[in-house]
């Protein structure tokens, strides 16, 4: 079965401060890991994908495919950063179903 | 750019009524979705489409009916309204090989 767990429901950091959103997963197969974002009064919108392989406002994101995790980091938050993150799993095993994790709040102080 | 157009913003209905919230997307998606977002329950999917009259049941479809008669159109469909059914809901689509992408929402309140 597809499974997605996001283990903190809020963090919060300070301004500068690095930021590690968890994700794991379980699933059978080769899945295709995401994470979304949600800013204040936005659509949901996806920040990247692990097969991309590329940084997005300045977060990145490694598939460890042994741990079954995709955590996002990003090295210095920013004000800017405060919003809901999704980590999401799809794959042809399933049809091209994508599921989503619980959601994790994070909130950056100045 | 790619649109993903929810019927309504906001919906208030009573209980029992039927309810049908409409989904359309422009880029000629295959697969399209129906989610309901829950605080502190994420995104958990009602129902999915990956062709025109097909569906599959999500992780939570009870109380709950989709049509997609056409590629650009998914609906989603209460058959008898709850107050457990107060959520906001979320329509996606995706090709073969992109990205899932959202309409705004329909926060449903039911009374």
């Known amino acids: 079965a597809q499974r997605v767990t996001q283990p903190e429901k809020l963090l919060s950091v300070f301004k500068g401060a690095p930021v590690e959103l968890k994700c794991n997963y379980s699933?059978?197969?080769?899945?295709?890991l995401f994470w979304y974002v949600q800013y204040s009064r936005q659509r949901l919108q996806l920040l990247l994908r692990?097969?991309s392989r590329e940084s997005i406002k300045g977060f990145t994101a490694d598939l460890n495919k042994g741990e079954t995790s995709f955590h996002l980091k990003k090295p210095f938050a920013q004000e800017e950063d405060s919003a809901m993150y999704y980590c999401a799993l799809s794959g042809m095993e399933y049809g091209n179903k994508l599921v989503f994790g619980a959601g994790t709040i994070l909130r950056v102080k100045s | 750019d790619v649109k993903v157009t929810q019927s309504s913003r906001y919906l208030v209905k009573r209980t029992g009524e039927k309810v049908f919230l409409e989904c359309v997307q422009d880029?000629?998606?295959?697969?399209m979705f129906w989610y309901r977002q829950d605080p502190g329950l994420g995104l958990r999917l009602i129902y999915f489409?990956?062709?025109?009259?097909?569906?599959e049941k999500g992780d939570i479809p009870e109380g709950y009916s989709v049509s997609r008669e056409k590629k650009e159109r998914f609906s989603l469909i209460l058959e008898s309204a709850s107050t457990n059914q107060t959520s906001m809901y979320l329509c996606?689509?995706?090709?073969?090989?992109?990205?899932?992408?959202f309409g705004q929402g329909t926060r449903l309140t039911v009374v």
């Open positions: 880029m000629d998606h295959e697969n």
């Open positions: 699933y059978s197969g080769s899945p295709e």
């Open positions: 996606a689509s995706s090709g073969r090989v992109t990205e899932a992408f």
């Open positions: 692990h097969i």
């Open positions: 489409s990956y062709d025109v009259k097909m569906k």
